[in-house]
């Protein structure tokens, strides 16, 4: 009744992901605060009353109400009023808001650069030593904070830095999954998916209580942050969760039992390459033998290190694998425009076009060539911005072979070989030891 907006936006995976990897290219500090009853802090637009509180009752006035300035725990408003609080703080000291990502927030003078990453209450800071210290101060000074220092761990991600880079993984959360599901000491598998049989919506038995199946997947979700590994099956298991069965249920214990076996398995964002943007847009065309849908995917690398990547079921049937492999490379060309985007507010310059590498002649040839055929007339009105974004010269479209193809495992369950060449090529490696 008291309020209409209550929308507070948190930072995405991807920007967390390129813009720590630029910080470990440029050998900056990255630092970590969090923000002590953040809640607390934000102050209210809209006119809300609460009854007096417990313990503070005013004997001489009962039948007052109190009104509040500032926000609560509990209200539905608090997380916008506190992001509107940091916000305002930020564009006050002279950072600027990202468009592409609006809980980016950047100063720039000169050569100099902070970036500030939000996420709720938890910050991560980069940027060079001096200014992240001078930084922080100010900070303090109007927040109270809880200074963690170097970047260690962050919502339930697990940083270690060295000389060569740095790997992120989730052990903490895996272990705790496992013991949860009363998997932790189950007998790992090397692959997180069988390869056959395929899974439908009929196989097996329906489940009878299906709660426990849903709360899985929901937690597995949250692993995407680190393992672009487990992107397919994940997106395979999702599409079964208002009518799991227990040969469903069972390809989820698979994960699981993958997962104890790769606990410290994660990227490595890495400091001795070059800042350049490569994808690979792959397609897995009519794999879905009941609706006959395809599954594109897409990984993209920033600085030789994973930093985007995506399994998706598309949303038609497409009628050659041309028009699905197309699809996919729109996908993947979007995203690449939206990186783009956030790139040029980082202060990072792309010297040469995005390259993307697909693995299917037609559509490569379909990207460039100007003239539809009688069979893709449909998809031209959906698709025709992968054109406008080549003839522009900020994207080429590259063939590549089907061995090469890195999102092949995004797309499909590979066999063992296949697989665990796959996921050395795409760079998901365990912790190295210290």
């Known amino acids: 009744m008291d309020y209409s907006e209550t929308f507070s936006p948190v930072i995405k995976s991807t920007t967390v992901r ?26 209210l637009k809209e006119e809300v009353y609460i009854t007096q509180p417990s313990g503070f009752v005013d004997k001489d006035r009962l039948h007052y109400v109190c009104r509040l300035n500032k926000a609560l725990y509990g209200l539905k408003q608090a997380t916008r009023a506190w992001y509107q609080e940091l916000k305002t703080f930020l564009l006050q000291a002279g950072f600027r808001n990202s468009l592409a990502d609006t809980s980016l927030f950047i100063y ?89 049989p395929k899974l439908t919506l009929e196989s097996g038995t329906t489940l009878t209580d299906a709660k426990e199946y849903r709360a899985v997947i929901g937690s597995l979700q949250y692993l995407s942050f680190t393992r672009p590994d487990i992107a397919f099956a994940m997106n395979k ?49 009519g794999c879905d033998k009941t609706t006959y849908t395809s599954t594109n995917a897409y990984i993209i690398y920033f600085g030789g290190s994973p930093v985007s990547w995506s399994s998706k079921k598309q949303r038609s049937v497409s009628r050659s694998s041309t028009e699905a492999e197309y699809r996919a490379v729109a996908n993947a060309a979007s995203e690449l425009r939206w990186i783009c985007s956030l790139l040029t ?61 890195l999102a092949d495992s995004l797309t499909k369950p590979p066999p063992r070989p296949q697989f665990e060449d796959h996921i050395y090529k795409i760079l998901v490696r365990p912790l190295p030891p210290s």
């Not at 999702?238 to 069972?250: L, V």
């Open 237 to 285: 298991l999702s599409q079964f969760m208002h009518q799991p069965t227990d040969k469903h249920w069972q390809a989820a214990k698979h994960i699981l039992r993958y997962l104890a076996g790769t606990k410290t398995h994660g990227i490595f964002l890495r400091a001795d390459v070059p800042l350049t943007v490569d994808a690979f847009s792959d397609v897995d065309w």
């Open 345 to 405: 507010e980082l202060g990072v310059p792309l010297p040469v076009a995005l390259v993307l590498y697909c693995d299917n002649i037609g559509a490569t040839y379909l990207c460039a060539n100007p003239v539809f055929h009688s069979k893709m007339k449909h998809v031209a009105l959906d698709y025709h911005f992968v054109r406008e974004f080549i003839q522009s010269g900020v994207l080429r479209v590259t063939h590549i072979s089907s061995k090469d193809q």
């Open 108 to 196: 720039h003078k000169g050569s100099d650069f902070i970036y500030v990453l939000v996420y709720v209450d938890d910050i991560i800071i980069a940027g060079a030593p001096s200014l992240v210290q001078a930084f922080n101060l100010a900070l303090a000074n109007r927040f109270s904070l809880k200074d963690l220092g170097p970047l260690s761990y962050f919502l339930g991600i697990e940083a270690t830095r060295s000389s060569k880079g740095l790997h992120l993984m989730q052990r903490k959360y895996i272990t705790d999954l496992l013991i949860k599901t009363r998997m932790l000491d189950a007998k790992p598998v090397t692959t997180p998916m069988v390869s056959s």
């Open 18 to 43: 390129m813009v720590l990897e630029v910080a470990v290219k440029k050998n900056w500090q990255i630092h970590q605060v969090d923000i002590n009853n953040a809640f607390l802090q934000g102050t």
